[in-house]
């Protein structure tokens, strides 16, 4: 029973030096190791970041609040005449995307989701944030859509090369997050990004 008992000691002081030298305790499989990045997996978590990004601002934001704009308030030496509201920046990014990533998939998309903000007929926060995702998944089609052979060709509907399209779409979004932050600080909300920092 005491050899036992020592042979059990000599594992857990052999398995917690291996852990700190950073191996594993022989018989205990080694971790699978993660595939090499290519250039849909690259651009697709670049998509991911700025979908959760503004996704999670413009849930952020109260419903009533989607009409926001820094027009509707007085701010001393400021025009902000013809600015767009809150609402109006999501369906502008989710417009855009379309705009930007339907030539990489060739999906037909309806004319009144491409450029500008959207369908004037979405006026629910619930109905703007399905765009906005919709939008999204457009995204990752489209960045799966990349190869190595493709990324410097210009689609047959499109404007640009395949990986300057791809990565415009999340530098486009980048630049109406920013506004959409400010737009929650102006409304005294702390954007989801920033909470638990120092704000």
């Known amino acids: 029973m005491r050899h036992r008992a020592l042979r059990s000691s000599a594992f857990v002081v052999f398995a917690a030096a291996a852990a700190a030298a950073g191996q594993a305790p022989a018989g205990t499989p080694s971790p ?105 998944a457009l995204g990752h089609r489209a960045a799966a859509t990349l190869t190595a052979q493709n990324a410097t060709e210009v689609p047959p509907k499109g404007r640009s090369p395949r990986l300057q399209s791809a990565t415009f779409g999340v530098a486009h979004a980048y630049d ?13 909300i702390v954007p989801p990004a920033s909470r638990g920092n120092s704000n």
């Open 176 to 188: 109406h997050y920013g506004q959409m932050v400010e737009y929650l600080r102006m409304n005294g």
């Open 32 to 136: 699978t190791p993660a595939p090499p990045a290519t250039i849909p997996s690259i651009v697709n978590s670049q998509i991911d970041r700025i979908e959760k990004l503004v996704m999670d601002a413009a849930e952020a934001m109260p419903e009533e609040k989607y009409g926001f704009s820094p027009e509707t308030v007085a701010i001393p030496g400021s025009d902000y005449k013809g600015v767009r509201t809150f609402g109006q920046q999501v369906r502008h990014i989710a417009a855009s995307n379309y705009a930007i990533w339907w030539a990489l998939t060739g999906e037909e998309v309806p004319s009144d989701f491409k450029g500008g903000n959207g369908p004037d007929t979405l006026k629910t926060k619930a109905d703007i944030l399905k765009f906005l995702k919709d939008s999204y």
